[in-house]
């Protein structure tokens, strides 16, 4: 069955290319958030597969939502989506639990691989 | 035609906009509380968003622009450049000159008015470096030709809608056409020669509205199709085909909620093709076909309709299979199986219950028939049909209407009351002496072109009392010649004799209120210009009465 995805980034261009991008790609987007306090309660009443998380947001970091989603949902698979000099917040977020990143601007093949490689594994 | 890439063009320029709105709204209330964290690292938000975007798209004028506006401003968060007067000058020009740059993107010739804003921005953060390391070589700003921002007032020229908005719109503009031609039936009516001339301006108005509104909803069907290849080859995979699948007609316009509501229909009809339709590699060679099964969906626009057609070159569907399949589910009896004609019996597919597959696999077959496709399919006025040939392949044709507003109908008179029947269920209209009609099992019957054709007489159909009714007798009938409308449902036609026909024209086709909205037979209701309320017959329902009767 389809894998479903929740994409949480700020700035509605980016959010619909991973859209365009992941749907393409035959995964279902089953929410777009463009906020913190958004993002954690998509990812309680649609529980995707996955998340993409782009680390800075307006209301809250990116590493707030994470932890949130750690902690009531540890199983939920989460990429970080970051921006060249996040280089510590990525560090930060890959030891509490996030899976994968991805450097802005990404290439769709780098999405996809990223993006399928997390969810093949079983974790 | 709107491109992938002129979609995000859009999205981009005017999320950048906002975003130069915002930083020129936090900037100024920076100046006046430059401690204020939380703007800050708002306008940090901004700008790292404007930059990534425009990386993204390729403008590499904003990103970098977007980056040197950063590094200073990262300076004055860790405190090493002071927010004075003249860095604010520097940053409120770099602002500027993003928006010009942002406002220009489709402009190629376009220059930098001013490289010294550029520079300067670089000078503030150099100073400022130099002084945090101890030296003192300050460098002099240059004078930059300063945009005056007041003058011009860019807002963005793209805005979103909810498709709701757009509903209600259409709705609106629904109405507005059942008045307009009351009114010009009135303006005929009274012959006043202002008024005729006001409510033909009033129709090209509202035929100009109407359009419009009906052009705004428009997508391309690409925005559906081409999310097939993937689709496709995933289903192939699991099913271990060999696929090869050609997409044509992504163009085509067709309104939004059309699509969304065939996808499901059109995805069922592709697992099916692949599933059940396409043979295995070694099967397939063994016949002497290509190994890699080929299958095409395309879409082409004929005036008001859009065809989409999906092909398989598989292995087509057993009109044997589909006989025995009739008798055994029990919905006719054999004997008059083996009359039917190969399109009436390949119909069948599409009733309830019945299915050939013989395996469930992951992507087919999961209790959804063909049924429901065709009531989706129904639901928007649009017709399916089913074409195929054993061991060549199987053709679905999908004929749907661009737009779910304004139906083409023709409309005609039974005992006086006005009918319209959608052009989409209309196959031809022939005029039949009384003498030609046969009276078989109950039912009036006529051969026309070659086929036999249960024809239906209206009068007594619609106004009969139950306990007489009899639509099996010729006596019933008046006049010599009968003028019968032939409809067409699910490749089944029926002949509609009526009264009178009166013209051809498009309609708003209301919803039937309750309680005659239980009445199966009318699919709505719509008001003629002289005011006279006109039912709309729903031909599936019609057609399908007729079938279990037989």
Redesign the interface.
């Known amino acids: 069955m389809k894998k479903r995805i929740l994409i949480v980034d700020?700035?509605?261009?980016?959010r619909?290319?991973l859209k365009?991008m992941l749907?393409?790609?035959?995964y279902e987007v089953v929410g777009e958030a463009p906020n913190g306090q958004t993002a954690l309660q998509m990812a309680k009443e649609t529980n995707p597969d996955l998340v993409t998380l782009d680390v800075?947001?307006?209301d809250n970091t990116g590493l707030d939502v994470l932890k949130g989603i750690k902690k009531d949902q540890p199983d939920m698979k989460v990429i970080i989506v970051s921006?060249v000099g996040q280089e510590v917040i990525v560090t930060e977020a890959m030891d509490h639990g996030a899976l994968a990143y991805i450097v802005?601007?990404?290439s769709e093949d780098k999405v996809l691989e990223v993006v399928g490689n997390a969810l093949k594994e079983n974790a | 035609m709107k491109s992938r890439e002129q979609e995000y063009k859009e999205i981009f320029i005017a999320e950048a906009l906002e975003y130069y709105d915002a930083l020129n709204r936090h900037i100024s209330e920076l100046e006046k509380d430059p401690n204020n964290d939380g703007l800050l690292a708002e306008i940090f938000r901004l700008l790292h968003n404007m930059k990534a975007n425009a990386k993204a798209i390729g403008y590499i004028q904003i990103s970098d622009l977007s980056h040197k506006l950063e590094t200073a401003f990262e300076l004055i968060r860790n405190k090493e450049l002071a927010f004075t007067d003249e860095t604010v000058t520097v940053l409120f020009d770099g602002i500027d000159l993003l928006g010009e740059l942002i406002n220009n993107v489709d402009n190629e010739g376009y220059q930098v008015a001013d490289e010294n804003i550029i520079r300067n921005l670089e000078l503030v953060v150099e100073n400022a470096n130099e002084q945090e390391n101890g030296g003192d070589k300050q460098k002099e700003l240059s004078r930059s030709a300063k945009y005056i921002n007041a003058k011009n007032i860019t807002l963005s020229d793209l805005v979103y809608i909810q498709i709701k908005k757009l509903d209600h719109l259409l709705n609106l503009v629904g109405e507005l056409i059942i008045d307009r031609d009351r009114i010009l039936s009135i303006s005929k009516e009274l012959n006043h020669s202002d008024l005729a001339a006001v409510s033909a301006h009033l129709y090209r108005i509202t035929e100009d509205l109407q359009y419009s509104v009906m052009d705004a909803r428009l997508v391309t069907i690409g925005s559906l199709f081409n999310k097939f290849p993937r689709i496709v080859r995933d289903i192939a995979v699991a099913e271990k085909k060999d696929i090869h699948l050609e997409v044509s007609g992504q163009d085509i316009q067709i309104d939004r909620n059309i699509l969304q509501i065939i996808t499901d229909s059109l995805l069922h009809i592709m697992r099916n093709a692949i599933s059940h339709g396409i043979e295995p590699a070694d099967v397939r060679e063994k016949v002497g076909k290509p190994k890699v099964g080929n299958i095409t969906l395309s879409a082409q626009s004929d005036r008001e309709m859009v065809q989409i057609k999906l092909r398989d070159d598989g292995k087509g569907i057993d009109l044997a299979d589909v006989r025995r399949g009739i008798v055994q589910k029990g919905f006719l009896p054999a004997d008059v199986v083996k009359d039917l004609r190969d399109s009436e019996a390949l119909s069948y597919i599409f009733e309830p219950g019945f299915s050939l597959a013989k395996e469930i696999t992951e992507f087919s077959g999961r209790g959804v028939g063909l049924d429901v496709v065709k009531n989706a399919i129904d639901s928007i006025g649009g017709r399916i049909r089913v074409d195929s040939e054993k061991g060549k392949g199987t053709t679905f044709t999908l004929h749907l209407p661009t737009s779910i507003a304004v139906k083409g109908a023709l409309l005609f008179e039974v005992a006086e009351n006005f009918y319209a029947i959608p052009l989409m269920h209309t196959d031809s209209v022939v005029a039949f002496e009384t003498s030609e009609l046969h009276e078989i099992g109950g039912l009036l019957v006529a051969e026309i072109k070659n086929e036999t054709i249960t024809v239906i007489y209206l009068n007594e159909f619609l106004n009969g009392d139950p306990g007489t009714m009899d639509l099996g007798s010729k006596s019933r009938l008046k006049g010599l010649v009968q003028n019968i409308i032939i409809v067409t449902y699910n490749n089944r036609k029926l002949g509609l004799i009526v009264d009178k026909l009166f013209r051809q024209q498009d309609i708003v086709v209301k919803p039937l209120n309750k309680p005659v909205d239980a009445i199966e037979i009318y699919g709505g209701v719509t008001l003629l210009g002289s005011g006279k309320v006109c039912l709309v017959l729903d031909v599936p329902a019609i057609t399908r009465y007729f079938l279990t009767k037989k």
């Open positions: 700020d700035s509605f261009y980016m619909t290319m365009n749907t393409d790609a035959g800075i947001l307006p921006a802005k601007p990404f």
